[in-house]
C-alpha cells in the first residue's frame, strides 16, 4: 500500500475518532445544542468548503500527473494554487470545523475542529512542506515565498472560485 493511501486511511480513522469521541461526551454530559443560526453556519460551511475540495480534486488529477491517488508528480501553482499552497488542506479544516458546527454540541465542535486543525498544521509542517521542497526543488522554493501555506491572499480564493475551470 502506497504512503498516499496510508495517510488517507490514518486521517481518515483520526476523523472518526475525533467525531465520535465529541459526540460520545456531548451525549454523556447531556450538553445543549448550538442555536439554529449556528448549525446554519456550520452546514453553509459544509457547502461552501465542497467547491475548493473538489476543485483541487480536479486540479490534481488534470495537472499534477498522479502516480496513484494523492500522489502528484508535477507542482502546480496556478488556479487556486496561485492564492495558497495547500488549498485541498484549508478546505479539510473548513469543512470539519463547519461540521462540527453543524453537529451542533460544544464538545463535537471543540474537539473535532481543533484537532483537524492540529492534524493538518502538524502534517503540513512536518511531512508535506518537507516533501514537496525535496521534491520539487528551486521551483518549490520560488513558489513558497510569493504563495501563503494556509491563509490564503485576500480575495484572490474568490476570484478563482468563480471562474470556470478550464
Known amino acids: 500500500m502506497s504512503v498516499c493511501r496510508k495517510r488517507l486511511i490514518i486521517w481518515l480513522v483520526l476523523t472518526g ?8 461526551i456531548d451525549i454523556a454530559l447531556k450538553t445543549e445544542a448550538f ?17 475548493p475540495l473538489k476543485r483541487t480534486g480536479k486540479l490534481l488529477t488534470a495537472l499534477g500527473k498522479p502516480k496513484e491517488w494523492g500522489c502528484t508528480s508535477r507542482l502546480i501553482t496556478t488556479d487556486i494554487y496561485q492564492c495558497v ?38 502534517f503540513l509542517f512536518m511531512v508535506e512542506e518537507k ?22 491572499k485576500p480575495g484572490c480564493i474568490f476570484r478563482v472560485l468563480t471562474k470556470s475551470l478550464k
Open 17 to 24: 475518532v475525533s467525531i465520535a469521541t465529541g459526540i460520545g
Open 35 to 51: 442555536p439554529t443560526v449556528l448549525r446554519l453556519v456550520g452546514f453553509i460551511g459544509v457547502v461552501l468548503a465542497h467547491f
Open 85 to 122: 499552497r495547500h488549498p485541498h488542506h484549508l478546505a479539510i479544516g473548513i469543512f470539519m470545523t463547519s461540521l462540527g458546527l453543524l453537529i451542533g454540541h460544544i464538545w463535537s465542535f471543540l474537539i473535532i475542529s481543533i484537532s483537524q486543525w492540529i492534524w493538518i498544521i502538524a
Open 131 to 152: 516533501e514537496v521542497e525535496e521534491k520539487f526543488g528551486e521551483e518549490y522554493k520560488a513558489y513558497r515565498q510569493r504563495v501563503p501555506m494556509l491563509l490564503p
